[in-house]
Nanobody, 115 residues
Framework: QVQLVESGGGLVQPGGSLRLSCAAS????????MAWYRQAPGKQREFVVT???????NYAGSVKGRFTISRDTTKNTVYLQMNSLKPEDTAVYYC?????????WGQGTQVTVSS
């Protein structure tokens, strides 16, 4: 079992930055992959970025160069640094984990990019 708790969402102006956090209930070294997804109003949930247990990353094209995923293994936490935010980045952001052939989701955190 893995519990995921996101935090850090909020309202930011276009061009601004925000950092999301996802705290896991177990060592992230034991989790196969962790990822961020997002879901905008009226749209399907979409992949944003993933990080493997060995630190490998993969980004969606729409966020590459603007978003950065990182982790603090001492805190079992994964971060999503979002820079140069655009209105189209507005969505609920979800943390995701694959552990033991099962998938887990956090409750989501709202990010709104608006002037």
């Amino acid at each position: 079992q893995v519990q995921l708790v996101e935090s850090g969402g909020g309202l930011v102006q276009p061009g601004g930055s925000l950092r999301l956090s996802c705290a896991a209930s177990r060592s992230i070294f034991s989790i196969d992959t962790m990822a961020w997804y997002r879901q905008a109003p009226g749209k399907q949930r979409e992949f944003v970025v993933t990080i493997t247990s060995t630190g490998g990353t993969n980004y969606a094209g729409s966020v590459k160069g603007r978003f950065t995923i990182s982790r603090d293994t001492t805190k079992n936490t994964v971060y999503l640094q979002m820079n140069s935010l655009k209105p189209e980045d507005t969505a609920v952001y979800y943390c995701h984990a694959v552990y033991g052939y099962r998938t887990y989701w956090g409750q989501g955190t709202q990010v709104t990019v608006s002037s």
